[in-house]
Structure formats: C-alpha cells, structure tokens
C-alpha cells in the first residue's frame, strides 16, 4: 500500500482492520481449545496416574492432576502444639506454602490443631515421615481431580491473545493516523490486555492446584475408650445440652427485644382505642 494514503482511506482501513483481527484471534482460542482439548483428555485419560513429568516428544501428553489428600493424626495432647508449628516451619522450608492454620486449646486435655498446606509432589514424604515420628495417621483420603482440559483451554486462550497484543502494538507504531484511529486501536488493545491478564490469573491459580500438592491435616489427642465406645453419642449429647439451652434463650431474648419497640407504639395506640370505645359506649346509652 502506497504510504502516501489519504487519511480517508487509513481511517476505513483501521475500522475494518480492527475487528477483523479481534474475531481472528477469539475464532482461533476458541478452534484450538475445542480442538485440543477433548484429545488431550483422551490422551490422559490413557495415561497412569502417577505420570505427573513434562511431556517429551513422542510421549504421552502431560496430565494435570490437582491431587489433595486429608489426613487424622493422633498424637500426645502436650505434643499438638508443637507439631503444629514444626509442620509449618517445615512446609515452608521445603517451598510450599501454609494457607490456613487454625490452633484450638480447648481445656488443655483435647487440644485440636488444623493446617491446610500446599506442597511440592517430592516432599510430600518428607512431611509423612515428620508425622509418623510424633504421632499415628488413624485416618487418611486421597482425591485426585484432573484438570488437564481446563489447562490446555486457558494456554490456547493465552497464546491467541498475546498474538492478538502483538499485532495490535504493531499496528499501533507502524500505522500513525488521526487521533479517533489511534485512540480505537489504543481501546482494543486496553481489552485485549485485560483479558489476557485474567486468563494469567487463572493459569496461576490452575498451576497453584497441579504443581503442587494440596494437604489437609487434623492433629489430636488419642481418644479415651469412652470416647470411642457405643456410648459416646449419649456423652456427646450431654455435653451440647447447655449449648442447646443457651442458644433457644439467647433466641427467645433476641425475639423480646426485636418485640420492645412495637409494644411501646402499640400499647399506647391500644389503650386510646379502648378509651375512645368506651366513651362512644357511654355516649349511646
């Protein structure tokens, strides 16, 4: 095209431009993630599900397996506390991370102790052979969700969308033209970057839930036999009497305190109606 276009022209051909390029690019994401997609699926669902490596030409595709376990651990009642800050020092000792830690002292006999951790896949024994030194797993469950669609739709979307900034930032320099040309290349590029940015969002956030594994722990006290004995509803009923009673009075003082403020309007409302009644009454006898 000859540089010396009139302006005319440079504006038709940027309004035409414009939209072509954001269709091709959104045609694209959304061809390539229905495309790859359903075979990557069907690849993984082939593959064991142990393979957590790279994928290697000629090798079976990656799957992406967002796996978290849940785990009891019983262990000596003045040993809760100090297990529960030993795992967190060594989680993040060994690259992970503590999202959630939460300590309940209780009477000092049953103390309780969550932590929710997320850890990389080659540590995890470490963390197992900490807690079989300093207390007894008595319950453990494994889930494994694969995300491995999810994964391969969101880079299709990233790389379509990163080729669409580019051309739009080359567009941008290469082809200078009058103010309303440049300010709607500028607007489709600001929408192109902010979709781009929430899809790194959530390639962060998928990557956070497969490279890592997800840890969800409990530590306690042995139970006593009474504890782990037929009767044990009864004693547990017993002891959520008083919490019972408590909660249905604290109700019934928060319905007579909603109640008050009615009852002063209305009582004095009552007692003018009832006297103007009565006066009509005697009026007519």
Known sequence: MNLTMSLAESSSFHKVLIPLLLALALTACGQQSAETAPEMSLAAAAAPAADMAEAKPGATPRRYLAISHYLEVETAAEQVEPMWRQLQAKVVSLGGEVVSAELSRGDNRHPTATLSLRLPPQHVPSLYALLAKGGELVNTRTDS????????????????????RDRLRQMLAER????????????????????????????????????????????????????????????DAWHS???????????????????????????????????????RRAAKM
Do not use: C, H
Request: no cysteine.
């Open 145 to 164: 969700e694969d995300k491995t669609a999810e994964v391969v739709d969101v880079e299709a979307r990233l790389k379509n969308l990163t080729e669409a």
């Open 241 to 279: 009497m008083g919490y019972t009673a408590s909660a249905s009075l604290a109700g019934l003082l928060t319905f007579i305190a909603s109640l008050l403020p009615w009852l002063l309007l209305l009582i004095p409302v009552g007692l003018f109606i009832r006297r103007a009644w009565r006066k």
């Open 176 to 235: 200078p033209g009058k103010l309303s040309d440049v300010l709607e290349v500028q607007q489709a590029l600001t929408e192109t970057q902010s979709q781009l940015d929430s899809f790194t969002g959530q390639r962060k956030a998928l990557a956070d839930q497969t490279d890592k594994v997800k840890l969800d722990l409990t530590l306690r006290p042995p139970r006593s036999v009474i504890e782990r004995s037929a009767l044990s509803p009864l004693r």
